[in-house]
């Protein structure tokens, strides 16, 4: 199965930017989407192919994906962001989802 | 408004079989690509299976052999019949409809079932 890599958590300061990377062999060459997930609640996508977001996501999400690793990064950080974080990406016809990312906003 | 229900969760005993429905509506199942995506515990997230719109299935490493996805489009309903149950698959199962732009992602989730594989 294709493997997908996230740090176990990161922490930002409210206002402040948050990186979350996910890595994969070639991941480049496909496409990576993110999903959100917060306590008791069901996972919503907040970038699709690499870098477009759905309807109703705010800007300040955003994404990229280049060589091995996926990248999303949150600027503006709120309190409202504060939640657990998934790559995914398809291969051969399975999907694969990263370990996840908790994003903790101090 | 696209909905998805999920239901046929409860405690089963090792080795045991259940089988989880997803309602939808607001959509056509039958036109869509849909999967099952498991969350266990305290855990992440893991893909399961998918049923594309042709009718091609395909499984997680973990599940294959024991897991089968279908339909059944007069009820509008995606199904996992989940046989030899094992403690490992105690998890949330989520229901998603895929949604293709250069790569399929998922768009929308059901609020998950609960299945407990404990004797």
């Known amino acids: 199965s294709y493997e997908l890599t996230q740090p176990p958590s990161v922490s930002v300061s409210p206002g402040q930017t948050a990186s979350i990377t996910c890595s994969g062999d070639?991941?480049?060459?496909?496409?990576a989407c993110w999903y959100q997930q917060k306590p008791g609640q069901s996972p919503v996508v907040v970038i699709y192919?690499?870098?477009k977001r759905p309807s109703g996501i705010p800007e300040r999400f955003s994404g990229s994906n280049s060589g091995n690793t996926a990248t999303l990064t949150i600027s503006g950080t709120q309190a409202m962001d504060e939640a657990d974080y998934y790559c995914?990406?398809?291969?051969?016809?399975?999907?694969?989802f990263g370990t996840g990312t908790k994003v903790t906003v101090l | 408004e696209v909905q998805l229900v999920e239901s046929g969760g409860g405690l089963i005993q090792p080795g045991g079989s259940l089988r989880l429905s997803c309602a939808a509506s607001?959509?056509?199942?039958?036109?869509?690509?849909m999967s099952w995506v498991r969350q266990a515990p305290g855990k992440g997230l893991e893909w399961v299976s998918v049923?594309?719109?042709?009718?091609?299935?395909y499984y997680a490493d973990s599940v294959k052999g024991r897991f089968t996805i279908s339909r059944d489009n007069s009820k509008n309903t995606l199904y996992l019949q989940m046989n030899s149950l094992r403690a490992e698959d105690t998890a949330v199962y989520y229901c998603?409809?895929?949604?293709?732009?250069?790569?399929?992602?998922?768009?929308?989730w059901g609020q998950g079932t609960l299945v407990t594989v404990s004797s």
């Open positions: 607001g959509f056509t199942v039958s036109s869509n690509y």
């Open positions: 049923i594309y719109s042709g009718g091609s299935t």
């Open positions: 070639k991941l480049g060459d496909k496409y």
């Open positions: 192919e690499d870098n």
């Open positions: 998603a409809r895929g949604k293709y732009s250069s790569s399929w992602y998922f768009d929308y």
């Open positions: 995914q990406a398809w291969d051969s016809s399975t999907a694969s």
